[in-house]
Structures are given as structure tokens and as C-alpha cells.
């Protein structure tokens, strides 16, 4: 039904055909095979790849639904088929890897308080530098106006991203499951100050949504807050659509539906029809978007993709998940399931980190990653919104402080 109301109300900015009304029942169809994988979600138990990967199929299952309706000229049944093979092997591996490693570091309660202290002191540390090089008090409307000014050194931009994606979360997860309260309003207070040095939503809204993720793991279990996670800030939207529709909610209200429903669901999904437009007619970048290998090797693309993007489409600057980019970017259509079994074995990581911890705590500590992963390539969640940084703190955390998986299991 979201989708259904993106295409009415949305169809200017979306390639989609004239008649789109018309292709709801075939492209009803056409979801069914793949929907039916959500069985999976019912047989795992939580895990960091159980929640990416309900993230990542209802973002595969969105573009299965909207690629009927595009009118890009490139070949949409075998994208359609690689983006279902790409969704399933990813899956794999992200919901069965998991086994427990060997733990050669574990630290004491007395080194978690330190290394939480640490945290705060460095996150304030890198706030107050980051205001020495911008700080503007933007509305949300219009952040995208004044971001494209922001000339932070590439450092800065690293340190901002992992105190944002990894740290902060990660003691926000640490002092709520420690019920340690005030100091974990600390770090969302924190979190949010980030918004005016990079002006972007996961800083404006990171607290709301931490704090919306921490409310649905004390009334569910961990599998079921993932799934209402996205499903409940959906029906809102179709809600508000509904009634916008019948005119009994004004036009500053249906912005949530163009904020939550739009943008922040419905075009991860759609990045994949434009990829797979973008590749079909431009060479493929083996993978040289990656900065390190940039340098020792050719690449046709000097700037970032989604500078290319931006464009091609005159629809701003936005990056792709790794599905578009690690996969249909790098090698294409053929290869995209290669490569997105590839990235779910990273994932299965975070499994094997984060092993014998209480899922809420996994849950809250990778919150903000799971909007990350869903709007950027896999590489730079990696290092740069500070996933790697995260297995490493879930590995040699302290299970007997924290608590006890078998109370998150159902």
C-alpha cells in the first residue's frame, strides 16, 4: 500500500510508466516468489544479520515491486532476476553464519566504565572541533541546500561518522542495558549536536529513533521490534496518505509520507533502478569507487558515484546501498549475487562479534547502522560509519556485565 501511494503521489520524480495504476496487480504478482522468503525471519533467531537482512528484504522487495513500473530501457526482467538472486544470497549467509569464536580479550566491568567514559569525552572532543568548521542551525527542509557547503577534512568526516554510527550507539546500548539512564540521555544529546556540523536526517533524527527502537525492545522480542521497526513508521504513512487523500490532513503532515514512505524507504529501493539504468549504458567500476584501490588502479570515475548520479538524474546526490554499488556498480547484473554473498559473509561478522550478548543490546548499538547500510555502499559502512569499529567493541565486550542472551530468546 506505501508503495502504491509513492507511485500516485511521486510518479515526477520516479521513472515510472504512465499507466502505473494499471501494473499493481502484475507487479503484485511478480513480489509473490520473493515474499514468500520472509518465512526465513520466522525460523532465525535474532541476530546483526537477522535485523540487516529484514532491512535488505523489504529494500529487494521494493525495487521487485516499483521495477514494473519503470520506464528506464534496460533489460528489467534480468535485473529482476539478479536482484532476487542478489537478495537471497545475501540472506544466507547473514542469517546462518553466526557460530561463537574463540574470545582471546574480554574486558572487566571496570574497563567497560573506562572505555564508556572514553567514549563520551572523545564524541564531546569531536563535536567541538567539528562546530570550529561548520555549524549551521538549518530547518530540515533545507539541510540539502546548505550540505553541499560543508568542506570538512576528510579525517574529521571519518571521526564524525564512527562517534556517530558506532560509539555513541554502543554506549547508549551499554548505559540502558546497565540502567544507567542519565548518562545515556548524555549521548543522544550528543548525537543530535552532530546535526548542525553535517546537516544530515540519521544525526537529526538518531535520538527519536533510538529511543523509538529502545521502546519496542522492552514490549517485544528482538525479532519482532526489528520487523515493527519499519512497518509501524510505514502504516503511519499510508495513514497520513489515506487521510491526505480526503483532504483531512494539510499538506505540512503528508510530509512525513515524503520523508519516511519516500525517501527514506522507497528510495533505497528505487537507487536500484537507477543503478542498473546508469551501468547498462556506462562502464562498470570493478570496484575502483573503493578509495584505496583508486589509487593503484584505473577507473572511469574520478569522483564519486553519486556525484555521476546526481548528473545524470537532476535528482541530488545520493548513494545506493551495496546492492547497487558493491553489486550492479562493480560487476554488474550477472555477478551481483557473487557479490552480494560476498558482503553477507561480512555481515555474518557481526554475528560471530557479537555472539552471547543480549539482543536488545545488539539491537540499540547497531540502530543507526541499519539505516546507514540501506542508503550506502558496504565499504564505507565499514570504515567510515564505523561497522568494523563496532564488531570489535561487540567481540570484547563483557557478557557476564551486560546480561544474558537467553533472556532475548523467544
Not at 21 to 39: E, H, R
Not at 265 to 278: E, Q, R, T, V
Request: proline share 6%.
Amino acid at each position: 500500500m506505501s508503495l502504491i501511494f509513492v507511485i500516485e503521489h511521486y510518479r515526477r520524480l520516479l521513472p515510472l510508466a504512465p499507466n502505473s495504476l494499471q501494473l499493481i496487480g502484475t507487479a503484485a504478482l511478480g513480489v509473490i516468489p520473493f515474499a514468500l522468503c520472509a518465512v526465513v525471519f520466522a525460523l532465525r533467531r535474532f541476530s546483526f544479520g537477522f535485523a540487516v537482512g529484514f532491512y535488505f528484504y523489504t529494500l529487494i522487495l521494493g525495487y521487485l515491486w516499483l521495477v514494473r513500473f519503470s520506464t528506464f530501457p534496460y533489460d528489467h526482467r534480468t535485473a529482476a532476476i539478479s536482484a532476487f538472486a542478489s537478495g537471497i544470497a545475501f540472506l544466507i549467509p547473514a542469517l546462518f553464519v553466526g557460530s561463537t569464536p574463540p574470545r582471546l580479550l574480554t574486558l572487566t566491568a571496570r574497563q567497560l566504565d573506562v572505555l564508556l567514559a572514553a567514549i563520551v569525552a572523545l564524541s564531546i572532543v569531536i563535536l567541538v572541533i567539528g562546530t570550529t568548521f561548520q555549524f549551521q542551525l538549518a530547518r530540515p527542509a533545507d539541510m540539502y541546500k546548505f550540505r553541499n557547503e560543508i568542506d570538512l577534512p576528510r579525517w574529521l568526516q571519518y571521526a564524525i561518522g564512527i562517534v556517530s554510527g558506532a560509539l555513541l550507539p554502543f554506549a547508549y546500548a551499554c548505559f540502558v542495558q546497565l540502567k544507567r539512564y542519565v548518562p545515556a540521555v548524555i549521548c543522544l544529546v550528543l548525537l543530535v549536536l552532530f546535526y548542525p556540523v553535517t546537516l544530515t536526517k540519521v544525526a537529526l533524527l538518531a535520538p527519536s529513533w533510538l529511543l523509538f527502537l529502545t521502546l519496542l525492545s522492552i514490549y517485544f522480542e528482538c525479532r519482532m521490534a526489528v520487523i515493527l521497526s519499519l512497518l509501524l513508521p510505514i502504516l503511519a504513512g499510508v495513514l497520513i496518505a489515506v487521510l491526505y487523500q480526503h483532504g483531512l490532513v494539510p499538506d505540512r503532515v503528508f510530509v512525513y509520507f515524503g520523508t519516511v514512505n519516500f525517501r527514506m524507504i522507497a528510495m533505497p529501493s528505487s537507487a536500484l533502478d537507477f543503478y542498473n539504468d546508469f551501468f547498462s549504458t556506462h562502464e562498470l567500476t570493478h570496484f575502483c569507487q573503493i578509495t584505496p584501490l583508486k589509487l593503484i588502479m584505473s577507473c572511469p570515475y574520478k569522483d564519486q558515484l553519486s556525484v555521476f548520479m546526481a548528473d545524470s538524474y537532476h535528482l541530488g546526490y545520493f548513494n545506493a546501498s551495496l546492492f547497487a554499488t558493491e553489486g550492479i556498480a562493480s560487476v554488474g547484473t550477472a555477478l551481483a549475487p557473487v557479490s552480494a554473498a560476498v558482503c553477507g559473509l561480512i555481515i555474518s561478522l557481526g554475528n560471530r562479534a557479537s555472539a552471547g550478548l543480549p539482543g536488545r543490546f545488539v539491537l540499540l548499538s547497531s540502530g543507526l547502522l541499519l539505516q546507514i547500510l540501506i542508503n550506502v555502499p558496504l565499504t564505507v559502512a565499514l570504515v567510515t560509519h564505523g561497522i568494523l569499529v563496532l564488531f570489535l567493541l561487540w567481540y570484547i565486550a563483557p557478557r557476564n556485565v551486560l546480561g544474558d542472551q537467553r533472556a532475548d530468546r523467544p
